[in-house]
């Protein structure tokens, strides 16, 4: 771990200058608003380690795969969300010495996230090479109400002489990715213009077409007056800049205003793209810095009063669990259906920035609870948007008739992940996105996209099992064979116990649905039947015969779910026993001796027994959780979550509060040591998960809510806000006391440890 930045209930705070931290803080300071995002990269010139990021949702491009060996329905490309046009850099010169402060002497230093107002603040204290001090104190947003703005005010201060200073404001188009396979440049120049306090630039990503337009309008305040400079703007291919030359007496105070509008192609024409940045801009600009400061603020109140989770008695903890909620919230805003949510949101370049089975498992119960329904439903419409592409995906393997397998990495819906087994083995997600259709009906009660979109879906799902899985003959049963489960330490085997599971679960659930469409709606039951070519009563023999005498692999001995078939061939020793500079094994140990080992990435078997809790006795649960838990390595940021809401189910409280903050803090101590690389943003949403389900117990069963919390000792009381079936409440559990309040005024009807509760 990495423990550098300060507890705090509502702030990330760095105090002190840290070259070797940059990276990571880069990360943990990242700002986003939906729309677009950034790290928290230095607005001035920095010679350090830096990994530049700016991204804009839904602008990618198809880095080809770079592998040294072809296979049929390999995908050939890689989508990576590209690192965008450039709009916060300010590089300063001071007596004509250019400001760095990885070069110079740092006097002091402090970085804020202030989570509650959406606030970046950072300042620093500096020594020039001739003693000269200067001080500046920086604050940026992305507006969380205007989608397309940002604002920057940096102010300059000489402590002990008068300066003569050169700030150049710029906005920077000729960028690139660290990550690029063949170290390309992504983005083509389109136009670039400066008039008077606005500046423009124009590009376009080389294969997807996308444009975008950048437009910046500067100004500049002397000792918070408005000043009469203006800008010298110059223009070169895919740079442009507006420069403000000044002097400042000591102790005067110069601020700079950047107010940008980011404008793209894929919500405006191009043809009035330009005219659109201009329009926001000037608009923003009219406003003022101030007044979009306080919007901004308003408006994240008004997202905390829905999502806030308060934790009293543990700082720690509180903070971990905010600092999740608000790069959940500006990640993924739910506006647009053709969004989804990436691994590392707008923090890091990593996994690229597509969609994988994260979204359906992890991070839909955030957004059913915390917003209004048609957020959670645009994620499941994005899959629904994308099954033709899912069908062409199964179709490139060799499946028929309509078979779907979703992809693993996808922009498109197109399947562009690059490691073979990963890409045709970890089928298992396609059993995701059916749970998650199961989930928000389950939850909102709206049958209606069941109906209209889900079942169709289903159905694909469910011929791509039938046709994945075969009868042995030896075995007598149905089995499949050569897959990945979640459980990524162990490649191409046969029988994972969870992606059976979940294959037959599907089976089932679509019958069921089948059923309830053809009884309550047969016109429409038709209709869906004849566009999707299905003969209920033939097709489906095969599904109830599966459904009937599928292999789900046991072991007798232990009573336990066996993670696949020949699982306790392997060496059985703990993740205790291991040595702790093995730790994590994925960066010291060969691929090799990790597959040929027994220790587990995340939750695998528990991942089904979560899932389908209910179908378990609790005995079951023990003792499959106390054989695979000590197993697992939880180096997937999806795992501790997923062991807290078992481990406080069976009243391990110790072992769900220490996965608790291993998953709330996962990247604000940087358990992995790869928060450089971006955070986790999936996972953040495991984390609520971990304190609404685990800690407390909230189920929903037989349409109602079901509570059986359990708190750790150091908290003194748990307070969160849950939307279900278009109620809205407030659940506050104390130690031994829980009281739910309706927001709306009328009562509601409630389980506690099974009992039946009705609000006053």
């Given at each position: 771990?990495?423990?550098?930045i300060?507890?705090?209930?509502?702030?990330?705070i760095e105090?002190?200058?840290?070259?070797e931290?940059?990276?990571n803080?880069?990360?943990?300071?990242s700002l986003?608003n939906?729309?677009m995002g950034?790290?928290?990269?230095?607005?001035?010139?920095?010679?350090?380690?830096?990994?530049?990021g700016?991204?804009i949702a839904g602008i990618?491009y198809p880095d080809?795969?770079?592998?040294?060996w072809?296979k049929?329905?390999y995908?050939e490309?890689?989508?990576?969300v590209?690192?965008?046009?450039?709009?916060?850099?300010?590089?300063?010169?001071?007596?004509?010495?250019?400001?760095?402060i990885?070069?110079?002497k740092v006097?002091d230093?402090k970085r804020v996230?202030?989570m509650?107002?959406?606030?970046?603040l950072r300042?620093?204290?500096?020594e020039?090479k001739n003693?000269e001090?200067?001080?500046?104190?920086a604050?940026r947003?992305l507006s969380i109400c205007?989608?397309e703005i940002?604002?920057i005010q940096?102010?300059?201060t000489p402590?002990n002489?008068?300066?003569?200073?050169?700030?150049?404001?710029?906005?920077?188009?000729?960028?690139?990715?660290q990550?690029?396979n063949?170290d390309?440049k992504f983005?083509?120049?389109v136009?670039?213009?400066?008039?008077?306090?606005?500046?423009?630039i124009t590009?376009?990503?080389k294969?997807?077409?996308?444009?975008?337009?950048?437009?910046?309008?500067?100004?500049?305040n002397?000792?918070?007056s408005?000043?009469?400079?203006?800008?010298?703007?110059?223009?070169?291919t895919q740079?442009?800049?507006?420069?403000?030359?000044?002097?400042l007496?000591?102790?005067?105070?110069?601020?700079?205003?950047?107010?940008?509008?980011?404008s793209t192609?894929?919500?405006y024409?191009?043809?009035l793209?330009?005219e659109?940045?201009?329009h926001?801009v000037?608009?923003?600009?009219?406003l003022?810095?101030?007044?979009?400061?306080k919007e901004?603020?308003?408006?994240?109140?008004a997202?905390w009063?829905?999502s806030?989770?308060v934790?009293?008695g543990?700082l720690?903890?509180q903070q971990g669990?905010r600092?999740n909620?608000?790069?959940?919230?500006?990640?993924?805003?739910g506006?647009?259906?053709?969004?989804?949510?990436?691994?590392?949101?707008?923090t890091?370049?990593?996994?690229g920035?597509s969609?994988?089975?994260?979204?359906?498992a992890?991070?839909?119960p955030?957004?059913?609870s915390?917003?209004?329904e048609?957020i959670?439903?645009?994620?499941?419409l994005?899959?629904y948007?994308?099954?033709?592409k899912?069908i062409?995906?199964?179709r490139?393997?060799?499946?028929?008739?309509g078979?779907?397998?979703f992809p693993?990495v996808?922009?498109?819906?197109e399947?562009c992940?690059?490691e073979?087994?990963?890409t045709?083995?970890?089928i298992?997600?396609?059993?995701?996105?059916?749970?998650?259709?199961f989930?928000y009906s389950?939850?909102t009660?709206d049958?209606?996209?069941?109906i209209?979109?889900?079942?169709?879906?289903?159905?694909a799902?469910?011929?791509?099992?039938?046709q994945?899985?075969?009868?042995s003959?030896?075995r007598?049963?149905?089995?499949m064979?050569?897959?990945?489960?979640p459980?990524?330490y162990?490649?191409n085997?046969?029988?994972n116990w969870?992606?059976?599971y979940?294959?037959?679960?599907?089976?089932?659930?679509t019958?069921?649905?089948?059923?309830?469409?053809?009884?309550a709606y047969?016109?429409k039951?038709?209709?869906l039947?004849n566009?999707?070519?299905?003969d209920p009563?033939q097709?489906?023999?095969?599904w109830?015969?599966?459904?009937?005498?599928?292999?789900?692999p046991e072991?007798?001995?232990?009573q336990?779910?066996?993670?696949?078939?020949?699982?306790?061939?392997?060496?059985?020793?703990l993740?205790?026993?291991?040595?702790?500079?093995?730790?994590p094994?994925?960066?010291?140990w060969s691929?090799d001796?990790i597959?040929?080992?027994?220790f587990?990435?995340q939750?695998?078997v528990l991942?089904?027994?979560?899932?389908?809790?209910?179908?378990?006795?609790e005995k079951?649960i023990r003792?499959n959780?106390d054989f695979?838990?000590?197993?697992?390595v939880?180096?997937?940021s999806?795992?501790?979550?997923i062991h807290v809401v078992l481990a406080t189910k069976l009243?391990k409280?110790?072992?769900?509060?220490?996965l608790y903050?291993?998953?709330?803090r996962?990247?604000?101590?940087?358990y992995?040591?790869?928060?450089?690389?971006g955070?986790h943003i999936?996972s953040m949403a495991?984390?609520?998960?971990?304190?609404?389900e685990?800690?407390?117990?909230?189920?929903v069963?037989n349409?109602?809510?079901?509570?059986?919390?359990?708190?750790?000792?150091?908290?003194?009381?748990?307070h969160?806000?849950?939307r279900f079936r278009?109620?809205?409440?407030k659940?506050?559990?104390?130690q031994?006391?829980l009281v739910i309040?309706?927001l709306?005024g009328?009562t509601f009807?409630?389980?506690?440890?099974?009992?039946?509760?009705?609000?006053?």
């Amino acid at each position: 771990m990495k423990k550098y930045i300060q507890e705090d209930e509502w702030k990330i705070i760095e105090e002190g200058f840290k070259p070797e931290q940059h990276k990571n803080s880069e990360s943990l300071f990242s700002l986003g608003n939906g729309h677009m995002g950034q790290r928290a990269n230095f607005e001035e010139l920095y010679s350090g380690p830096s990994l530049q990021g700016h991204y804009i949702a839904g602008i990618y491009y198809p880095d080809k795969t770079r592998v040294g060996w072809w296979k049929n329905g390999y995908p050939e490309y890689f989508a990576k969300v590209l690192n965008a046009p450039s709009w916060i850099g300010i590089h300063l010169e001071i007596d004509q010495q250019s400001i760095d402060i990885y070069s110079l002497k740092v006097l002091d230093f402090k970085r804020v996230l202030d989570m509650q107002k959406g606030i970046l603040l950072r300042e620093f204290t500096a020594e020039l090479k001739n003693g000269e001090i200067i001080k500046v104190v920086a604050k940026r947003f992305l507006s969380i109400c205007r989608r397309e703005i940002g604002a920057i005010q940096y102010e300059i201060t000489p402590i002990n002489f008068s300066a003569d200073i050169k700030a150049d404001l710029f906005i920077d188009a000729g960028i690139s990715n660290q990550d690029a396979n063949y170290d390309e440049k992504f983005w083509n120049p389109v136009s670039e213009s400066a008039i008077g306090n606005l500046t423009l630039i124009t590009a376009q990503t080389k294969k997807t077409d996308f444009t975008v337009t950048t437009a910046q309008w500067t100004s500049i305040n002397i000792n918070h007056s408005p000043s009469q400079l203006s800008p010298e703007n110059h223009i070169e291919t895919q740079k442009v800049h507006s420069i403000y030359k000044f002097s400042l007496n000591k102790g005067e105070t110069a601020s700079l205003y950047k107010i940008v509008s980011v404008s793209t192609s894929r919500d405006y024409s191009k043809e009035l793209l330009e005219e659109q940045a201009k329009h926001n801009v000037t608009e923003a600009n009219d406003l003022g810095f101030e007044a979009l400061e306080k919007e901004h603020i308003k408006a994240w109140a008004a997202k905390w009063e829905e999502s806030d989770i308060v934790i009293e008695g543990d700082l720690s903890a509180q903070q971990g669990i905010r600092f999740n909620i608000f790069q959940l919230i500006q990640t993924y805003s739910g506006h647009d259906a053709r969004l989804n949510i990436g691994p590392k949101g707008f923090t890091g370049e990593k996994y690229g920035g597509s969609t994988y089975w994260d979204t359906e498992a992890y991070c839909l119960p955030f957004y059913l609870s915390t917003a209004e329904e048609n957020i959670p439903r645009n994620l499941l419409l994005y899959r629904y948007n994308q099954l033709d592409k899912a069908i062409e995906n199964a179709r490139k393997l060799g499946f028929t008739n309509g078979a779907a397998l979703f992809p693993m990495v996808t922009m498109t819906g197109e399947e562009c992940h690059n490691e073979w087994e990963i890409t045709f083995e970890e089928i298992h997600r396609n059993g995701a996105i059916a749970y998650a259709i199961f989930n928000y009906s389950r939850h909102t009660g709206d049958e209606s996209y069941i109906i209209d979109y889900g079942l169709e879906v289903l159905i694909a799902i469910s011929r791509f099992w039938a046709q994945r899985i075969n009868y042995s003959r030896q075995r007598q049963k149905y089995v499949m064979l050569g897959v990945t489960g979640p459980n990524e330490y162990e490649n191409n085997v046969n029988n994972n116990w969870y992606t059976n599971y979940i294959a037959v679960w599907t089976l089932r659930y679509t019958l069921e649905g089948i059923s309830k469409i053809q009884e309550a709606y047969p016109e429409k039951a038709k209709q869906l039947f004849n566009k999707i070519n299905l003969d209920p009563n033939q097709e489906t023999v095969l599904w109830k015969e599966i459904i009937g005498n599928m292999h789900l692999p046991e072991d007798n001995d232990l009573q336990i779910f066996l993670q696949q078939d020949g699982y306790l061939d392997k060496e059985q020793i703990l993740a205790s026993e291991l040595a702790p500079f093995e730790r994590p094994i994925n960066q010291n140990w060969s691929w090799d001796r990790i597959l040929r080992s027994c220790f587990i990435k995340q939750a695998d078997v528990l991942q089904g027994i979560y899932f389908f809790e209910d179908s378990f006795s609790e005995k079951e649960i023990r003792r499959n959780f106390d054989f695979y838990e000590p197993r697992t390595v939880h180096e997937s940021s999806l795992s501790p979550c997923i062991h807290v809401v078992l481990a406080t189910k069976l009243g391990k409280l110790d072992k769900a509060y220490e996965l608790y903050l291993r998953t709330s803090r996962l990247d604000l101590d940087d358990y992995n040591h790869e928060v450089h690389e971006g955070c986790h943003i999936t996972s953040m949403a495991g984390t609520w998960l971990s304190v609404v389900e685990g800690f407390g117990g909230m189920r929903v069963k037989n349409d109602s809510l079901h509570f059986d919390p359990l708190l750790p000792p150091a908290w003194k009381s748990l307070h969160f806000k849950v939307r279900f079936r278009g109620r809205f409440i407030k659940v506050s559990i104390q130690q031994q006391k829980l009281v739910i309040t309706p927001l709306d005024g009328r009562t509601f009807k409630y389980f506690v440890d099974e009992k039946e509760l009705i609000t006053e």
